[in-house]
């Protein structure tokens, strides 16, 4: 739907254009909750009258080149205990910073872009923390499949067809399809590095999409992979910046020495692990793990091994949907919740299930209250209390910026951080009136409602539409990776079963 003048280059995105949001005319600008307007003395006068609409390019242009940005009349959830939540703020963006919250800021004239957030919920960013982003190009390639046909299909047939290119395609379509649905912040575990030109790809991705990453080098496969050593590399070639929205970690396995790769180059540490809680008990008997480091699933895993995580400063992700439907255990948000630690959501893959955080809060939500409701009826002493939508956004948010080692800079909406936030659309029929905002994002809208994302304080969705993508482009690089994944395996999908 958007055009970018830049279409003929390889790569399927440009810098942020106005320009892409032309199709869009004066008419729907003036219905629409969001505007945006340069302040002057005569702004409120003119207000009052018959004030000019500025056109969505106008207004996305007064966006991306002001140096600071106000967001007026927002019912705002900050996630930040010390800050609270506010019925209508004003929220103070400078230098891609959040400068200010609270009602009524008069940040005068200078280089000032409004926005008026009535009838818009604002959240912070959420944080997938755990993606395997390549797998792109296989969204609902297995819609019956449980682990077993994953491992068949996915890791040991179609990952290893996977070129440059089709690596590129696959992560890229993830990450502007998070971004799309409201994620600002993933955590990528690659699982395609069959050659440091794979890794390349992949990391190319990541930062094409303009969203925040965490990206977790992972194995490969074949005589041209260079797993873990060509970590090496990689680092200062794309992680010599503290303040860049890509920063790096090493997805490991049980082997200590793959741990001792991620120490030796001061990264974190990303783990798959459920079941087996005699290795997590052998690593942290080996000295290896460290506070900071993530581990997966952890499904089915006993109390030692919940006191290893808790103990040492683990950090947790939990696939719930998939979990569910892939059969990988029953998802383990309550046993984290006992441990004491603070469990974060993420959407794996997309093979079965969708990757979209309002589905996943949704999970999580429903299925730790099924799970109370019957242990309950079941006359069980000492049952946990049910969770509340907060405590699920929080999951989403300010858990899995911690998870991801990014909460000091985002996760809240604190002044001091990363303006990392959504704009959620309420005044719509599927959602309105709001009652209670934290029940109506968590329990009630969907990915339709992202009505704006900031990442840094740049608009990178904008009135319903990402900026600067050119999705025609985007979406022929994601048909003819997956054609040639598919062919190469000598694998067929079935468009209709």
Same mark, same amino acid.
């Given at each position: 739907?958007?055009?970018?003048?830049?279409?003929?280059?390889?790569?399927?995105?440009?810098?942020?254009?106005?320009?892409?949001?032309?199709?869009?005319?004066?008419?729907?600008?003036?219905?629409?909750?969001?505007?945006?307007?340069?302040?002057?003395?005569?702004?409120?006068?003119?207000?009052?009258?018959?004030?000019?609409?500025?056109?969505?390019?106008?207004?996305?242009?007064?966006?991306?080149?002001?140096?600071?940005?106000?967001?007026?009349?927002?019912?705002?959830?900050?996630?930040?205990?010390?800050? /609270?939540?506010?019925?209508? $703020?004003?929220? !103070?963006? @400078?230098? *891609?910073?959040?400068?200010?919250?609270?009602? +009524?800021?008069? %940040?005068?004239?200078?280089?000032?872009?409004?926005?008026?957030?009535?009838?818009?919920?604002?959240?912070?960013?959420?944080?997938?923390?755990?993606?395997?982003?390549?797998?792109?190009?296989?969204?609902?390639?297995?819609?019956?499949?449980?682990?077993?046909?994953?491992?068949?299909?996915?890791?040991?047939?179609?990952?290893?067809?996977?070129?440059?290119?089709?690596?590129?395609? /696959?992560?890229?379509?993830? $990450?502007?399809? !998070?971004? @799309?649905? *409201?994620?600002?912040?993933?955590?990528?575990? +690659?699982?395609? %590095?069959?050659?440091?030109?794979?890794?390349?790809?992949?990391?190319?991705?990541?930062?094409?999409?303009?969203?925040?990453?965490?990206?977790?080098?992972?194995?490969?496969?074949?005589?041209?992979?260079?797993?873990?050593?060509?970590?090496?590399?990689?680092?200062?070639?794309?992680?010599?910046?503290?303040?860049?929205?890509?920063?790096?970690?090493?997805?490991?396995?049980?082997?200590?020495?793959?741990?001792?790769?991620?120490?030796?180059?001061?990264?974190?540490?990303?783990?798959?692990?459920?079941?087996?809680?005699?290795?997590?008990?052998?690593?942290?008997?080996?000295?290896?793990?460290?506070?900071?480091?993530?581990?997966?699933?952890?499904?089915?895993?006993?109390?030692?091994?919940?006191?290893?995580?808790?103990?040492?400063?683990?950090?947790?992700?939990?696939?719930?949907?998939?979990?569910?439907?892939?059969?990988?255990?029953?998802?383990?948000?309550?046993?984290?919740?006992?441990?004491?630690?603070?469990?974060?959501?993420?959407?794996?893959?997309?093979?079965?299930?969708?990757?979209?955080?309002?589905?996943?809060?949704?999970?999580?939500?429903?299925?730790?209250?099924?799970?109370?409701?019957?242990?309950?009826?079941?006359?069980?002493?000492?049952?946990?209390?049910?969770?509340?939508?907060?405590?699920?956004?929080?999951?989403?948010?300010?858990?899995?910026?911690?998870?991801?080692?990014?909460?000091?800079?985002?996760?809240?909406?604190?002044?001091?951080?990363?303006?990392?936030?959504?704009?959620?659309?309420?005044?719509?029929?599927?959602?309105?009136?709001?009652?209670?905002?934290?029940?109506?994002?968590?329990?009630?809208?969907?990915?339709?409602?992202?009505?704006?994302?900031?990442?840094?304080?740049?608009?990178?969705?904008?009135?319903?539409?990402?900026?600067?993508?050119?999705?025609?482009?985007?979406?022929?690089?994601?048909?003819?990776?997956?054609?040639?994944?598919?062919?190469?395996?000598?694998?067929?999908?079935?468009?209709?079963?």
């Amino acid at each position: 739907m958007c055009e970018v003048c830049d279409s003929g280059e390889s790569l399927a995105l440009t810098v942020a254009r106005a320009d892409a949001l032309t199709w869009l005319n004066a008419e729907a600008v003036r219905k629409h909750p969001i505007s945006v307007a340069a302040p002057t003395a005569r702004t409120e006068k003119r207000a009052q009258g018959a004030q000019p609409a500025l056109s969505v390019s106008d207004e996305l242009r007064r966006i991306q080149g002001a140096r600071r940005t106000l967001i007026k009349g927002a019912i705002v959830l900050t996630l930040d205990s010390t800050i /609270g939540d506010f019925p209508s $703020a004003d929220i !103070l963006i @400078e230098h *891609g910073k959040i400068k200010e919250i609270r009602p +009524s800021i008069e %940040a005068g004239d200078s280089d000032l872009a409004v926005i008026d957030g009535k009838n818009c919920i604002v959240v912070p960013g959420f944080v997938d923390t755990h993606s395997h982003s390549y797998q792109g190009l296989l969204r609902g390639l297995l819609p019956n499949g449980v682990h077993a046909d994953y491992d068949r299909d996915v890791q040991n047939l179609l990952t290893m067809h996977y070129s440059p290119d089709d690596a590129y395609a /696959g992560v890229l379509i993830t $990450a502007l399809g !998070l971004l @799309e649905s *409201g994620t600002t912040t993933l955590v990528d575990i +690659s699982q395609v %590095a069959h050659s440091p030109e794979h890794s390349d790809a992949n990391i190319k991705a990541l930062q094409d999409a303009g969203g925040r990453a965490v990206f977790a080098f992972s194995r490969g496969i074949g005589p041209k992979a260079q797993y873990p050593q060509d970590l090496k590399r990689m680092l200062p070639a794309y992680f010599n910046s503290p303040d860049g929205l890509l920063t790096p970690a090493l997805a490991v396995s049980r082997d200590p020495k793959t741990y001792a790769i991620a120490r030796e180059f001061g990264v974190r540490a990303v783990l798959h692990i459920r079941v087996e809680s005699d290795s997590l008990v052998a690593l942290h008997k080996a000295g290896v793990i460290r506070d900071g480091d993530e581990f997966i699933h952890c499904a089915h895993l006993n109390q030692d091994a919940w006191n290893v995580i808790r103990d040492s400063g683990g950090r947790t992700s939990h696939s719930v949907p998939l979990e569910m439907a892939m059969g990988h255990g029953t998802p383990a948000i309550q046993e984290a919740l006992n441990n004491g630690v603070r469990p974060s959501l993420s959407g794996d893959h997309a093979t079965t299930v969708a990757m979209d955080m309002f589905g996943m809060m949704r999970a999580a939500f429903n299925m730790q209250r099924v799970t109370v409701h019957r242990r309950r009826r079941d006359g069980e002493e000492g049952v946990p209390p049910l969770v509340t939508p907060r405590q699920v956004l929080e999951f989403a948010t300010v858990n899995g910026a911690r998870v991801a080692n990014l909460d000091h800079r985002i996760g809240t909406l604190t002044p001091g951080k990363d303006a990392d936030l959504l704009m959620l659309k309420a005044d719509r029929l599927d959602v309105w009136p709001i009652n209670n905002a934290y029940a109506t994002v968590v329990n009630q809208m969907s990915a339709a409602h992202v009505e704006a994302v900031f990442v840094a304080g740049k608009a990178r969705k904008w009135r319903g539409v990402l900026t600067g993508v050119d999705q025609a482009h985007v979406l022929d690089l994601a048909a003819r990776g997956r054609d040639a994944v598919l062919a190469r395996a000598g694998y067929s999908a079935t468009l209709l079963a």
